[in-house]
């Protein structure tokens, strides 16, 4: 399954691509980089006002009702610019917990606010290196919960986080409003994702799944973050192989520009390599949206996608010499960007492991 | 179902009629002669089924059809393994660029040309594709064999090199050089040439591999009529990069021409590391899992070219891409498949097919990367032609040929 995009999605695509470029600009991200607990504000409003926060969310529930494919584009276009706020992925896999849990009231309450832009929400998963241990330390018991999620993005500023927790040796997934909880500012290289441990004290929460159920619906909305992720990761890729191609072809050294390399020229058609098949598998993987293969399709973007947004990052600091790695040049918001998306998302270990699993049905 | 999804499945029960007597099984054991005689059975039978030169004009005896329907065809085929590859190069590129400049500047040609194509077709008549040369191989318009003006035609000389076939072929497509006072580009001429012609001379090269499905070919003052010419004076170049610019979305194979992933897995099932399930192993789960992702990519790209020529649109450059990945990466999970097998992987058997065999496979991969354009070609295209970097500093531009420091 994959597909060819039609004239709408198209124009998300490219009126994305427009209005970021209009509005996102390196002075302010390269500032937000040496501030904690503060993010694009500004980026923000304007996925707000675009209507990028209600793209995914079903019509009943105040969204446009689109797919995988639109909220991808929007991502990528995003991805290009570093722009971004860690909200519009946390947001959407907040969002998906919410559509298939089991609590209709949450539900209906917190849908609209997420489309609307009202309400902000994350996901709290990941506990040290696993980004969805089989045992959560985080227990759920008596409808509070208890226990630290450490560097959860967007932590510091949401309403609510979708919370992987252990009930007494059973898994679930639940809903904890944010304001019953302690939240530490994670000082980051990546300082605008709002990274916050959340410690929760007897904190109330409502159950979305429980059980198997739970896995399940963890391991959706984590494949669903995970080809937002790909997307966004294919757009910084692709923004640094034309920034790596722009610089080899008017910089020059030995008589001639630095492009007619074979050492650089090559460096660059191998970038284009992976930044079409990181693209390949997005458009595949968003295409199997809800299908019995997503999982599948959605370990493989995540994988071509890290590891082409890591090389791209890696090798166009590279081609450009001294001035590649100053601060004022701003590749290193890519880079930066590069290992945070890399992290958020699970590292590939867990990935690789999954897909395997997928594949032959031997776990790891 | 739409009509070529009707077209599939009808070629498919063809196939499936045809694979007992034909597929890969039915020929294990068999020498190179034994399956070429098949094969020229199983092309004519393909002929009268109309499953040969499918998107070729009906005037020269082709089906008419569209390119989605020969690839469609193609990748059916492919699946079976069919005796088809003696014939692939021959209606390829050769027999293709016959129609196209080999029939005279008032179509004088035409009927020896429609009889050449059909034989072809039908597997009666082979042609090559004489173009590398032992000074020329990526490097094309370095070559050296020569064309001097005799009578009223021409005298060749001169040797090319890495012919597939061509100890079977009848005739055969040449690029030479007809002028080497003029750069080098400027001086090559397009001519076909009958291969059983006094003084060509074809000696087998065996590969690696073992076989020796490529050749030498000497040409020691061999006669070409001018009518045998296919090109202006001095235009060979330009019908030379024509030959190469066909069929840029032929069938591919994301494996790389070597086993899918499954037949790794299989492979994996049954081994240990350490006492361990190997399936267990990070080492190797990590590599089925690139791969995957990697083949996984190479497909929908496929596919999405597929879609953009159905919806008449030319697809992207990122086609390109297929071999140059592909066939790499096959070559480093044959040797993860033959270091997991350990000693039991020692066992060699110098005619296992290669979509089978992880020994074979890997060592036929390094011609895959060389052959039809290196990786570092292909890299310098793709950097060059997509993505507008510099040409290469070529000291030999502008300069006449005969003028190149040798």
Redesign the interface.
Known sequence: MSMLYDEGQQAIATESRRVLDARVGKDRLLALLEKTGEFDQAFWDTAVEQGWTALAIPEEHGGLGLSLVELGLVAQASGAATAGAPFLTFGYGAARALIDGSDKDAAANWLPKLASGEALGTVAFAEGSTPLPPVAAVTFDGGKLSGTKPAVAGGLKADFAIVWANAGGKPVLVLAELAGADRKAVSSYDNSRLYADLTFAGTPATVLAEGDAARALALDVLARMAVVTAHEQTGGAEALLHTARDYAVTRKAFGQPIGAFQSIKHRIAEMYGLVEIARANCIHAAASEGKDNFLIAAADARIAATDGYDTASRDCVQIHGGIGVTWELGLHLHMRRARSLAVELGNLYFWEDLLVEQLTGEAA | MSELEAYRSKAQAWLESMAPKYAREARRGMTVEEELALGREFQALKYEAGYAGINWPTDFGGQGLTHLHKITYDALEMNYGMPTVFFGISLGMPVPILMRFGLGENKEHAAWVKERVVKALRGEEIWCQLFSEPAGGSDLAGLRTRAEPEGNGWKMNGQKIWTSWAQYCDYGVIVVRTDPTVEKHKGLTYFWVDMKAKGVDVRPIKLAGGDSHVNEVFFDDVRLEDSQRMSPVGGGFGVALATLMIERYIATDSGGFGPALDVF?DLV?DLEINGR?A??D?RV??Q???N???R??????T??AF??MM?GMEPGP?GS?QK??AVRSRQKLSELAMDLQGNLGLDFDPHAYVKEDWGASWLNAPTGRIAGGSD?VL??T???K????????RPDKGVAFNQIPA
């Open positions: 897995v099932k399930p399936l267990k990070a789960r990590q089925i899992a690139r995957h992702s990697m996984a990519g190479l497909e929908s790209i596919s999405r879609q953009m919806a990122e891409l140059l990945v570092e890299l310098n793709i950097a060059e997509i993505l507008g970097l510099p040409q290469d500093h």
